[in-house]
């Protein structure tokens, strides 16, 4: 294993392993192909719990960045996928920004999503997006397992990228997506109802798309920034988890 060192900010445990390993790979300290220490073994070289380093390597692997393989450890994934680090993402994830900095951010960029739907997308592209919204609600009413209802939300704003009808906001919304996709798993950790509030202005945000309705649109985008950002602002950070 190489010799590595490891400066612990106070921040999000699972954001700070998941740019951990992202610093490793931008330096070059693992490259495409290697194996990354254990679980157990980056639990001491970091004091993170294995809960955390679990979670951070499921949002790596979603992002395409590694390669879980069960029984046999964790990969950087090889020059054959999805590249390892898209150099705009790194850049995002990277910067140093505040919660107000983020949701400002989503917020803007969902607005000019939401008014480009609405001028482009059709009935059938919408129906799509209420599709997505409605498995949400399923999954909510039925077993509501977490990991699910994340998935259904996300499935539903990359629907929202495709009824933009343009194709460089749907890269920059995708984009988006992927920066915040640590931010969102973490309020769904901490907030049991993010997955029906977030059910209940999706829909709002649907029917007012519907009947192209742009301000209505608007304010159930501001709303959702308004609540993300009250659970944005309790993160769980490395100190805390350690006891300090």
């Known amino acids: 294993m190489p010799n590595l060192e490891v400066k612990m900010p106070r921040e999000s445990a699972v954001d700070f392993m998941i740019r951990t390993v992202k610093d490793w790979m931008s330096d070059g300290v693992y490259k495409s192909g290697d194996r990354l220490p254990s679980e157990a073994e980056l639990c001491q070289l970091t004091g993170i ?13 979603t992002l395409g960045l590694v390669d879980i393989r ?14 390892p680090v898209e150099p705009l993402l790194l850049n995002l994830q990277r910067s140093h920004w505040s919660v107000q900095d983020l949701m400002d951010f989503r917020e803007q960029i969902e ?3 939401i008014e480009l739907i609405i001028r482009n997308a059709n009935d059938e592209q919408i129906d799509l997006m209420e599709a997505a919204n409605r498995r949400m609600k399923a999954e ?8 699910r209802v994340l998935s259904y939300d996300i499935a539903f704003h990359r629907q929202m990228a495709k009824c933009t009808g343009n194709a460089l906001f749907e890269i920059l919304y995708n984009y988006t997506l992927d920066f915040i996709a640590t931010d969102t798993e973490r309020m769904y950790r901490e907030s049991s109802a993010m997955g029906y509030i977030s059910y209940l202005l999706h829909q709002r945000m649907v029917d007012a798309i519907r009947h192209r309705d742009l301000d209505s649109a608007k304010e159930a985008i501001a709303e959702a920034m308004q ?8 993160p769980e950070t490395v100190g805390q988890e350690k006891g300090a």
């Open 227 to 234: 609540n993300h950002a009250k659970i944005g602002n309790k």
């Open 140 to 147: 909510i009413d039925g077993e509501n397992n977490q990991q």
């Open 70 to 83: 069960r029984g046999n450890g964790t990969y950087i994934t090889g020059q054959d996928s999805k590249p």
């Open 49 to 61: 719990s294995r809960g955390s380093i679990r979670e951070a390597m499921k949002v790596l692997s």
């Open 111 to 113: 607005k000019s999503v």
